[in-house]
């Protein structure tokens, strides 16, 4: 019995840890991704804001030793769902049960002028680069602008502008800088009022300026300008853009996808085709594209192959529920877990930044590190 997974991010290192845990060698497990390492997503923030260098934040995924699962650093060329192959530059692979967890691609050239007037910061080498950018600033008016949607982590754009807050006041810069945030939605964070409340009155103790309802449409490098879908502009200094996510050109040649993503049972995660599954950012499940949801997708589907590799079971349902951690600045961090059912709207619960919950951020990482790569790491 093979299971074959393409992606080795939170889903994809969720799931072949869980089917490791229950069958060890008894099944053979593959795991593809085209990069050498792991990034956490909020690890990117800390290298942004130049408190990690990026080999502090990267994991190798040649540390992985988990019983029954062969990590293969390759490209994937070809994906044939319907006979469950794929074709990579490591050569092919056949599986009984596949999972495509490839997340979203980003694509900043696909922003007139992003490329050549601002900054993308939603990959490691991104990240890295505006780092040493930030590092040169000494003063203006900086945007954090998105650019199409949906993006990865609804909250990443929020955070970075709170965390742009203190960056710039302990170099001593704030006074002669300004901060806009430029979301094309009508508040930080739409599944949670309680956080998009929180959010809005830290932008306004800081000074950050707020422009709800706007998407970033282009850049002009020469005037320093951009323009939002509706033709207004707004000068800037420096641009940090969240780019066009898409699918991987595999994915989207592959017959899975419809309007751009991959549709697949809210309850199940199971594709149109059977056996075939698809978790994460890649899909149109319904939940925001961040690792939380991927992670319990991940755990979801595992079960459910077991299911059916132990008695031709079903297994459990996919409950839509993800807990995100929201950086506040000053060393604190607030607590927001969501549920979204398919048909009605979400629900959850919101808890207060604090030092604490800093320490429960700090630990969800060390614990996950812990469990796919079996070693300690603290990422602060």
């Known amino acids: 019995m093979r299971v074959v997974v393409l992606g080795a991010g939170f889903g994809g290192l969720e799931l072949t840890t869980t089917l490791s845990d229950e069958f060890g060698d008894d099944v053979d497990i593959v795991l593809i991704d ?7 997503g909020f690890s990117k923030l800390a290298v942004l804001f130049g408190h990690r260098l990026l080999e502090q934040v990267r994991h190798p995924y040649a540390d992985l030793v988990k019983p029954g699962v062969r990590f293969v650093h390759a490209d994937i060329t070809d994906l044939d769902p319907i006979a469950k192959r794929v074709e990579t530059s490591a050569g092919p692979f056949e599986a009984d049960f596949l999972v495509v967890a490839l997340g979203a691609d980003v694509h900043p050239e696909a922003t007139p002028g992003l490329v050549e007037g601002g900054h993308e910061f939603y990959t490691p080498e991104g990240a890295f680069a505006a780092r040493d950018v930030l590092a040169d600033f000494t003063g203006g008016h900086v945007m954090v602008g998105v650019t199409s949607t949906p993006f990865k982590c609804p ?42 409340q929180a959010i809005l009155a830290a932008f306004e103790a800081r000074g950050i300026d707020w422009h709800p309802n706007h998407l970033v449409r282009s850049l002009d490098p020469e005037r320093n300008v951009a323009t ?20 991987p050109p595999v994915v ?51 079960e459910r192959i077991a299911a059916r590799i132990r008695a031709g079971a079903d297994g459990p349902e ?10 506040f600045g000053n060393h604190e961090v607030a607590k927001v877990t969501v549920t979204f059912r398919p048909g009605e709207p979400p629900t959850g619960t919101y808890e207060d930044p604090s030092m604490a919950l800093a320490a429960d951020k700090a630990e969800f990482a060390t614990s996950r590190i812990r469990r796919w790569f079996g070693r300690e790491w603290q990422p602060n």
């Open 318 to 327: 996919y409950d839509g529920v993800g807990t995100c951690y929201l950086e």
């Open 155 to 196: 909250p990443a754009p929020s955070e970075t502008a709170l965390l742009l807050h203190d960056y710039l006041s302990e170099r001593g810069i704030r006074d002669r800088s300004a901060i806009s945030l430029v979301m094309p939605a009508p508040v930080p964070i739409p599944p949670s009022p309680a956080a998009s």
């Open 252 to 302: 989207a040649v592959s017959g899975l996808t419809v309007d751009g993503w991959i549709p697949v049972d809210p309850h199940t995660l199971e594709t149109g085709v059977p056996g075939v599954f698809a978790i994460g950012d890649v899909t149109s499940v319904g939940t925001p594209k961040a690792g939380v949801f991927a992670e319990r997708q991940g755990a979801i589907v595992a």
């Open 228 to 247: 939002f879908a509706d033709d207004t502009e707004l000068g800037y200094d420096l641009f940090l853009g969240v780019p066009v996510h898409r699918v």
């Open 34 to 40: 085209r990069s050498e390492s792991f990034v956490f």
